[in-house]
C-alpha cells in the first residue's frame, strides 16, 4: 500500500524557515516524479516544486524560485522542502505527490500525479 506522510510545517514568521518532508512507505522516491503542491483557502492547488521531472530534474514554479529548494534521500525514502524567506502569501497546506512515472512535460498539472500525502499546514504570519 503506497503511503506519503508530510510533516514540519508550523507556524513561522515572515523572513523565516522550514523544511517539509514527505516520508513515502511502499513505493520508491528514487526513480518517479515526485511534487510538492499547495493549496490555500479559496483557491486552486497550485504546484512548487518537482524533483526527476525533465527537462531539468528539478523544476520550481516562479513564485518560489530562490527561495525553496527540494531534495531527496534515497536511503530514507523521503523527499524534502527548504523554505526560506518565508512569505505570508505563502501560507497554504502543503501536499507531495507520486506520479507513477518519470514526467517528461507538464510536471504543475496535479492530475499527473497518482498518490498523494494527506498535507501540511503551513502558516506565516506575525
Known amino acids: 500500500q503506497v503511503q506519503l506522510v508530510e510533516s514540519g510545517g508550523g507556524l513561522v514568521q515572515p523572513g523565516g524557515s522550514l523544511t517539509l518532508s514527505c516520508a513515502a512507505s511502499?513505493?520508491?522516491?528514487?526513480?518517479?516524479?515526485v511534487g510538492w503542491f499547495r493549496q490555500a483557502p479559496g483557491k486552486e492547488r497550485e504546484a512548487v516544486s518537482c524533483?526527476?521531472?525533465?527537462?531539468?530534474?528539478?523544476g520550481v514554479a516562479d513564485s518560489v524560485k530562490g527561495r525553496f529548494t527540494m531534495s531527496r534521500d534515497s536511503h530514507k525514502n523521503t523527499a524534502y522542502l527548504q523554505m526560506n524567506g518565508l512569505k505570508p502569501e505563502d501560507t497554504a497546506v502543503y501536499y507531495c505527490?507520486?506520479?507513477?512515472?518519470?514526467?517528461?512535460?507538464?510536471?504543475?498539472?496535479?492530475?499527473?500525479?497518482?498518490?498523494w500525502g494527506q498535507g501540511t499546514q503551513v502558516t506565516v504570519s506575525s
Open positions: 511502499g513505493f520508491t522516491l528514487n526513480y518517479d516524479t
Open positions: 524533483i526527476s521531472c525533465s527537462p531539468s530534474s528539478i
Open positions: 505527490a507520486v506520479a507513477t512515472y518519470k514526467l517528461e512535460m507538464d510536471w504543475e498539472n496535479p492530475r499527473n500525479y497518482a498518490y
